[in-house]
């Protein structure tokens, strides 16, 4: 690409917050940064918060059966304590972020449990190995066999096995799109709906909106190639990547369970996510997407406060909710 043309511009209450935290955060990551951020804030304070939502939530983890073969793998199960309905509540299966390589269960699923409160759900989020030490097909089959775990055992935890929702942010959002892939294509549980916050889904790290952000915001095109190549190695943007690595590399997308899909307006994974959606509906799929003015990668974590971030947290409540038939 010869001509890059500047970004769009940050929204300016998400620009005051990039500038609050671009000194924590750096939006050109390299394999040689992995560890120091492993050990950094962003990742260790995750284990100091309180999921129980002030007692809203009873809080577990458990370990279960991994892939045949693998480790076992833990899931953090969340279960209200005093659900506003009788009956097998919804499960909203959660798939934490970090690029491939960073996070463990805990990471990100308050957002998850904001939902979970409000709508009456229980929430399961899955620990899966992390890249490079386990590659591609590690983290996705790990994430898959803590979704057979949650379809085979939903009423034990209080769920129901008929209305699962998968629910991953940036990386867990790739993660999920690829869940939805893998469990249609083995005849695995059906999940009812897949909501893909900022979805990580091509390896090929190769779009306008890749370009357009190198160097700007929280994950840049360099971030982006560290991701994929802790995961995929060399065989990274060649002709062999599967779909269950990088969704958008899938040519069927038929028969998959609604879609949400959200993204900011000035970050790396606009014009990908946006063209994932636009082939599901080619594919005669259902699909809603919001790409949020002025938003970069993460933006309604980071700045929840933010009128564009209330609007996207009020976006995914109000999909749910009609995905669900919840009052």
Same mark, same amino acid.
């Given at each position: 690409?010869?001509?890059?043309?500047?970004?769009?511009?940050?929204?300016?209450?998400?620009?005051?917050?990039?500038?609050?935290?671009?000194?924590?955060?750096?939006?050109?990551?390299?394999?040689?940064?992995?560890?120091?951020?492993? %050990?950094?804030?962003?990742?260790? %304070?995750?284990? %100091?918060?309180?999921?129980?939502?002030?007692?809203?939530?009873?809080?577990?983890?458990?370990? @279960?059966?991994?892939?045949?073969?693998?480790?076992?793998?833990?899931?953090?199960?969340?279960?209200?304590?005093?659900?506003?309905?009788?009956?097998?509540?919804?499960?909203? #299966?959660?798939?934490?972020?970090?690029?491939?390589?960073? &996070?463990?269960?805990?990471?990100?699923?308050?957002?998850?449990?904001?939902?979970?409160?409000?709508?009456?759900?229980?929430?399961? +989020?899955?620990? #899966?190995?992390?890249?490079?030490?386990?590659?591609?097909?590690?983290?996705?089959?790990?994430?898959?066999? &803590?979704?057979?775990?949650?379809?085979?055992?939903?009423?034990?935890?209080?769920?129901?096995?008929?209305?699962?929702?998968?629910?991953?942010?940036?990386?867990?959002?790739?993660? +999920?799109?690829?869940?939805?892939?893998?469990?249609?294509?083995?005849?695995?549980?059906?999940?009812?709906?897949?909501?893909?916050?900022?979805?990580?889904?091509?390896?090929?790290?190769?779009?306008?909106? =890749?370009?357009?952000?190198?160097?700007?915001?929280?994950?840049?095109?360099?971030?982006?190639?560290?991701?994929?190549?802790?995961?995929?190695?060399?065989?990274?943007?060649?002709?062999?990547?599967?779909?269950? =690595?990088?969704?958008?590399?899938?040519?069927?997308?038929?028969?998959?369970?609604?879609?949400?899909?959200?993204?900011?307006?000035?970050?790396?994974?606009?014009?990908? @996510?946006?063209? #994932?959606?636009?082939?599901?509906? %080619?594919?005669?799929?259902?699909?809603?997407?919001?790409?949020?003015?002025? &938003?970069?990668?993460?933006?309604?974590?980071?700045?929840?406060?933010? =009128? @564009?971030?209330?609007?996207?947290?009020?976006?995914?409540?109000?999909?749910?909710?009609?995905?669900?038939?919840?009052?």
């Amino acid at each position: 690409m010869t001509s890059v043309p500047p970004p769009p511009p940050f929204d300016p209450e998400l620009a005051a917050a990039l500038e609050l935290i671009k000194e924590f955060i750096s939006p050109g990551m390299t394999m040689e940064d992995i560890d120091e951020i492993r %050990q950094g804030p962003a990742i260790t %304070q995750s284990m %100091q918060m309180d999921l129980t939502l002030d007692g809203a939530f009873a809080i577990e983890d458990r370990e @279960v059966a991994g892939p045949v073969g693998e480790p076992d793998i833990t899931l953090l199960i969340c279960r209200p304590t005093a659900p506003a309905t009788a009956g097998a509540l919804p499960v909203i #299966y959660h798939v934490h972020g970090g690029g491939m390589v960073l &996070g463990d269960r805990r990471v990100g699923v308050t957002g998850a449990l904001e939902y979970a409160r409000e709508l009456d759900a229980v929430v399961v +989020s899955v620990e #899966y190995r992390l890249a490079p030490e386990h590659p591609h097909p590690a983290p996705i089959e790990d994430v898959y066999a &803590g979704l057979l775990w949650t379809a085979e055992h939903a009423k034990e935890i209080g769920g129901d096995p008929e209305r699962i929702v998968i629910m991953g942010a940036s990386a867990g959002g790739g993660l +999920s799109a690829a869940l939805a892939l893998l469990t249609r294509d083995r005849g695995g549980p059906r999940p009812i709906g897949q909501l893909l916050l900022c979805p990580m889904l091509d390896d090929r790290n190769d779009t306008p909106s =890749a370009h357009q952000m190198t160097g700007v915001g929280v994950w840049d095109r360099t971030s982006n190639e560290t991701g994929w190549t802790a995961l995929l190695g060399d065989r990274r943007g060649g002709p062999d990547v599967s779909p269950y =690595a990088a969704p958008a590399r899938a040519e069927d997308l038929t028969g998959l369970p609604p879609a949400f899909l959200d993204v900011g307006s000035a970050e790396t994974f606009r014009d990908e @996510v946006v063209a #994932y959606a636009s082939r599901l509906w %080619q594919s005669g799929g259902i699909a809603e997407l919001h790409v949020w003015p002025g &938003g970069f990668h993460g933006f309604d974590g980071f700045a929840p406060q933010a =009128a @564009v971030s209330q609007a996207a947290r009020a976006a995914h409540v109000s999909w749910l909710r009609r995905l669900l038939g919840a009052g």
